[in-house]
């Protein structure tokens, strides 16, 4: 977005929200929607002064809705003294003029909401670089709105050109260049992450992504199984970059535990697009975690959208543990049954209350198991590059040396690695 655009954004106080219940929409999942956006709002740090659900059978291309229902709508907001309106709908660049030519307000929608949220949340180099080439796309064909004043100043008569749509040319040529430079920037680290994504696999050791809907625990769960210290807030999408640890489960196996972005409903396409290398990391791991808020009534939609998220990647079909956390809050009318509505038995955890932890190392360890193979073998010091191999690409469970300088190593061991050593297999 550009700079006159952007600075008048930090002046909002107060949105109105409005939601849009289409022929494909119940009133349920519009409530629902609308709910989620009061939040996305909320995070943005705007507070919500009113909302509005509007009913369509028909979608008008001017106001999204025919202009006598778009006066309904206006006198509604002169009541609320809002500073700007929000649609949880998509809007074109020409209905959001529209709109702000008709309110004199600041309009944006479910898009550029998400835009500017993760505008903030992102720290690293990849992940600025990712959402300011999602602004940038979503900005090109929105540039008029800044310049709108210069245009009515000097009409664009036959073989002449007002001012106004000269700098819009200029703006725009100056979006693409910048979009260009960022497509260049992205393409060089999207090389490094590919170098330390092979890097892993060349390790043979396990790699776990954990993957669900924003503010589903995921990045707390990390923490609790890996000891780390990962930013964790009650927020949306307070995690934007992956952050891979290793970890070692209590039978001592090592393996890669993968923190990703958070999936959230109608997540624009440009930003599942900016942040494919990034989901990647998905699709990419030996298996999956789904972690889901037990909590929040609206789970059973949460795990539909990871679901269809997963899809689009490429990780549709990957092997998975589902995993419902939070279970500390879940109120009486939610039963152990309700929950269960998945093909997978899933697991009931609390990283707030440290329960079921224990089962789910359990059913990481079991998962693990079709991989790798304990095996006990003895080395002799002539073989140093097969107890180096051991000790970088195995998990190591034992290992001593016999009076005859033999190495005596029990480990836990990947199986396409098993031939390397099976003349020195002992019982």
Not at 53 to 65: F, P
């Amino acid at each position: 977005m550009i700079d006159t655009e952007k600075d008048n954004r930090k002046l909002v106080e107060r949105a109105f929200l409005i939601g849009i219940q289409d022929k494909e929409t119940t009133q349920d999942e519009a409530e629902e929607h609308i709910e989620e956006l009061e939040e996305l709002v909320d995070s943005m740090g705007v507070p919500v002064v009113g909302k509005k659900i509007i009913n369509l059978k028909k979608l008008s291309a001017k106001y999204l809705m025919g202009s006598g229902k778009a006066e309904e709508v206006f006198d509604i907001l002169k009541e609320y003294e809002s500073d700007c309106i929000v649609f949880d709908y998509e809007l074109s660049p020409s209905q959001q003029r529209n709109w702000e030519k008709l309110t004199k307000l600041c309009v944006i929608d479910r898009h550029e909401v998400i835009l500017d949220i993760f505008a903030n949340r992102a720290t690293t180099r990849e992940a600025v670089l990712q959402v300011e080439m999602a602004r940038m796309k979503y900005a090109l064909p929105r540039l008029t709105r800044a310049w709108t004043h210069l245009s009515r100043q000097r009409g664009g008569n036959k073989g002449t050109r007002g001012e106004g749509e000269q700098q819009i040319e200029v703006d725009r040529r100056l979006v693409q260049d910048k979009i260009n430079r960022l497509k260049r920037e992205l393409a060089e680290v999207s090389k490094q992450r590919k170098t330390q994504r092979k890097s892993r696999e060349k390790s043979h050791i396990p790699h776990i992504a954990i993957v669900g809907y924003t503010n589903a625990g995921k990045s707390s769960l990390l923490n609790k199984l890996s000891g780390a210290d990962i930013l964790v807030e009650d927020k949306l999408f307070a995690t934007l970059d992956p952050t891979t640890r290793q970890i070692s489960l209590p039978d001592s196996q090592k393996l890669l535990l993968t923190d990703t972005v958070g999936f959230v409903r109608k997540l624009p396409h440009d930003l599942v697009e900016a942040f494919k290398s990034t989901l990647e990391e998905a699709a990419y791991a030996d298996f999956l975690i789904i972690v889901l808020d037990a909590s929040n009534e609206q789970v059973e939609e949460h795990w539909k959208t990871t679901l269809s998220v997963l899809d689009e990647i490429g990780a549709g079909d990957k092997k998975r543990i589902v995993v419902h956390n939070k279970m500390d809050l879940v109120g009486d009318d939610i039963t152990y049954e309700k929950l269960r509505f998945m093909q997978e038995e899933p697991i009931f955890i609390s990283v707030k209350q440290s329960e079921g932890i224990e089962e789910l190392h359990k059913a990481i360890i079991e998962e693990i198991k079709n991989r790798t193979t304990i095996i006990k073998v003895a080395i002799p010091a002539s073989r140093y590059d097969l107890i180096s191999f051991a000790h970088e690409n195995a998990n190591i469970l034992s290992s001593e040396y016999d009076d005859n300088g033999i190495n005596i190593i029990k480990m836990n061991i990947n199986n396409i690695f098993q031939s390397k050593y099976k003349d020195f297999i002992v019982l």
